[in-house]
């Protein structure tokens, strides 16, 4: 298993131009989300996705779309990349919640992150 | 909304025992999670409690009250390699995650 997947690991984009940074797991896992990092804030949820087709924002979700056709992908697209954006973006999957198996499954997988640089 | 709060650093001497608080405020409680990040890298998981009482990993325990919105991470036998930030984490009852800020840990000689 490649856990979970993530390219660029690196970019540097300037302001107004868009990209979609990649991720994708290999574990079937149902859950997936995208965080991103800054210095004195933690990770801040910006989307989810509960399964195949289902969306949902975070915290922090304006100047991101993002998609899920299949439960391997789960793309992240700046729409028009602002120097605020600059941070490191980090994917993550787990299992949803399943009744009856709460203590069984819940941790989440993260990948090894995209560091964006937005001049 | 959701609220997580930890100390932003602690210093510990090898060999010693470290314990790192964290409390919460959430919408519903699906579970407690603590992670551990190196400089430069992802997190890796290390523990999760979603009843009240202790889970021991090797080295490290965590401890959870959910009546008192209440966890701590425990560190025995400290290693220079422990020198890394902890995470808090809470997952709501909508199944979402939220984090704390971390917890920076610098371990000396």
């Known amino acids: 298993n490649a856990g979970v997947t993530q390219t660029p690991k690196f970019q540097v984009l300037k302001t107004g131009q868009s990209m979609t940074l990649q991720c994708a797991q290999d574990?079937?896992?149902?859950?997936m989300s995208w965080y991103r990092q800054d210095p004195g804030m933690g990770l801040r949820l910006i989307h989810y996705?509960?399964?195949?087709?289902?969306?949902d924002q975070g915290e922090v979700p304006n100047g991101y779309n993002v998609s899920r056709s299949t439960t391997e992908d789960f793309p992240l697209r700046l729409l028009s990349a602002a120097p605020s954006q600059t941070s490191v973006y980090f994917c993550a999957s787990s299992y949803s919640r399943t009744p009856g198996m709460e203590r069984a499954l819940g941790e989440q997988f993260f990948g090894p992150g995209t560091r964006l640089t937005v001049l | 909304g959701q609220n997580i709060d930890q100390p932003t650093e602690m210093t510990a001497t090898e060999g010693a025992i470290v314990q790192i608080n964290c409390t919460y405020q959430t919408s519903g409680f699906n579970g407690l999670f603590w992670y551990q990040q190196h400089a430069g890298e992802a997190p890796t998981f290390l523990s999760y409690n979603v009843l009240d009482g202790l889970e021991e990993k090797g080295r490290f325990s965590s401890f959870l009250s959910r009546s008192k919105g209440y966890s701590y991470l425990l560190l025995k036998e400290l290693q220079m390699k422990d020198s890394a930030s902890y995470l808090c984490?809470?997952?709501?009852?909508?199944?979402?995650?939220?984090f704390g800020t971390g917890t920076s840990l610098t371990v000396i000689p």
């Open positions: 574990m079937n896992h149902e859950y």
């Open positions: 996705s509960v399964g195949a087709g289902i969306t």
């Open positions: 984490a809470v997952r709501d009852g909508g199944g979402q995650f939220y």
